[in-house]
């Protein structure tokens, strides 16, 4: 239903309908990166697609409705997989309150490293990255980023770097700073008020090209 009118609005997307998981196997095997969650839902057909996304063995980084979908059947992960939790995510994926959570975020997102693998970044006010590398806190970031499809935005920017080669700490460490750098640079553009996750692309793709030049 939504693929043609994405289409037509966003011509630099390209959009597949898929109605089940047989339709996602030949897209899967020309892809590098899956971003797992975002506006998938939790039905069975959300389910089904994501049991699919996890059997192809690909690079991945899982977030929002995924991570819903995870907890409600937890296995291990495979190494390179990154995961987006928000406090609450976090506490039904330990099966504790948000609370808990954010009263210590660093054992819960060590908690998280050491249950499931994978690496894990626990959203919020200075956001944590747990990996086999350690423990890294990025001190970047804006209340204004408290709004709707920001930690999207960030997943796709996790996607992004991995499918331009980065291993999963390093895509983890960047993507969660530039994405909150960028999120300082938009509020302080138009003030804090009324900053919208897309607001931060333009200053995302600045950023970037200070960190790794397009062209040398």
Same mark, same amino acid.
């Given at each position: 239903?939504?693929?043609?009118f ?14 089940s998981? &047989? ?20 039905? &069975? %057909?959300?389910r089904e ?5 996890? =059997? ?16 409600? =059947? ?6 390179? =997989? ?5 406090a ?17 975020? =660093?054992a ?11 690496? %894990? ?8 990255? @747990? ?9 970047h ?7 709707? &499809? ?20 390093? @895509?983890?460490?960047? &993507? ?12 302080a ?28």
């Amino acid at each position: 239903v939504h693929a043609p009118f994405l289409g037509v609005t966003r011509p630099e997307l390209m959009v597949h309908a898929v109605e089940s998981a &047989g339709e996602l196997e030949p897209l899967l095997a020309r892809a590098t990166v899956i971003v797992l969650g975002p506006g998938l839902g939790r039905d &069975g %057909w959300a389910r089904e697609l994501f049991e699919a996304a996890f =059997t192809s063995g690909l690079l991945m980084v899982i977030d929002a409705d995924a991570l819903n979908l995870l907890a409600q =059947t937890p296995r291990q992960l495979l190494p390179t =997989t990154i995961l987006t939790p928000h406090a609450g995510e976090a506490a039904r994926l330990l099966d504790s309150s948000a609370e808990a959570v954010q009263g210590d975020r =660093t054992a819960s997102v060590l908690a998280l490293r050491e249950g499931f693998g994978g690496t %894990w970044v626990l959203k919020g006010a200075g956001s944590l990255v @747990a990996s086999e590398e350690g423990l890294y806190r990025c001190s970047h970031g804006h209340p204004a980023m408290a709004s709707g &499809g920001m930690g999207d935005v960030l997943s796709g920017v996790l996607g992004a770097l991995l499918a331009q080669g980065m291993s999963e700490d390093g @895509a983890a460490r960047l &993507g969660v700073c530039l994405h909150a750098a960028a999120g300082e640079a938009a509020a302080a553009e138009g003030g804090g008020r009324g900053v919208l996750a897309l607001d931060l692309l333009p200053h995302a793709r600045r950023l970037l090209e200070k960190v790794s030049p397009c062209l040398p």
